[in-house]
T-cell receptor
């Protein structure tokens, strides 16, 4: 079974709008990461947030982490058509080795 | 190399045949992962190698699946007696495995079993 589960499964927005997606997980973690996947092939790392951090920014990306609720959110501000992709959260276990991924959120940004 | 290389990029095989998928990780990366992704789905963990430690094989779906990593570098994922449900994209990733485990993925091998 997957450690992380993303919500919603799919999201369609207009260019310029913000996109928000959520990830819930089940066990204690050291870090939570977000990845992007274009065209169903390799994933690209976007951002990592540690368990002792609550918010992190990288360009147009904002990630929050609530360890008490075992959840994270990824916000993409001022979306562009090029942001169209699937977004996955990934968590490690307390031992901090194996990464398990959620089912992903498919984001469509319409021009 | 500069990135994670996987081969073949596409493989079409007949049910019952064996297939081998290859992953060449980034030089110096001690951790190597195999994942499987069915169409429109998330990533299913298969196996994890870390240095000289015994691999974590907990994700392999059946004994038809095996993987090895020779010399701490190149890895081969072997699927014996392929079935149609094995059709998927097989993704390999590697990492330095120091501190946070940030993965660099290959482009994947798309396997189609007819």
């Amino acid at each position: 079974s997957q450690q992380g589960e993303e919500d919603p499964q799919a999201l369609s927005i207009q260019e310029g709008e913000n996109a928000t997606m959520n990830c819930s997980y089940k066990t204690s973690i050291n870090n939570l990461q977000w990845y992007r996947q274009n065209s169903g092939r390799g994933l690209v790392h976007l951002i990592l947030i540690r368990s002792n951090e609550r918010e992190k920014h990288s360009g147009r990306l904002r990630v929050t982490l609530d360890t008490s609720k075992k959840s994270s959110s990824l916000l993409i501000t001022a979306s562009r058509a090029a942001d169209t992709a699937s977004y996955f959260c990934a968590t490690d276990g307390a031992a901090g080795n194996k990464l398990t991924f959620g089912g992903g959120t498919r984001v469509l940004v319409k021009p | 190399g500069a990135g994670v290389s996987q081969s073949p990029s596409n493989k079409v095989t007949e049910k019952g045949k064996d297939v081998e998928l290859r992953c060449d990780p980034i030089s110096g990366h001690t951790a190597l992962y195999w994942y499987r992704q069915s169409l429109g789905q998330g990533l299913e963990f298969l196996i994890y190698f870390q240095g000289n430690s015994a691999p974590d094989k907990s994700g392999l779906p059946s004994d038809r699946f095996s993987a090895e990593r020779t010399g701490g570098s190149v890895s081969t994922l072997t699927i014996q007696r392929t079935q149609q449900e094995d059709s998927a994209v097989y993704l390999c990733a590697s990492s330095l495995a120091l501190g946070a485990n940030v993965l660099t993925f290959g482009a994947g091998s798309r396997l189609t079993v007819l």
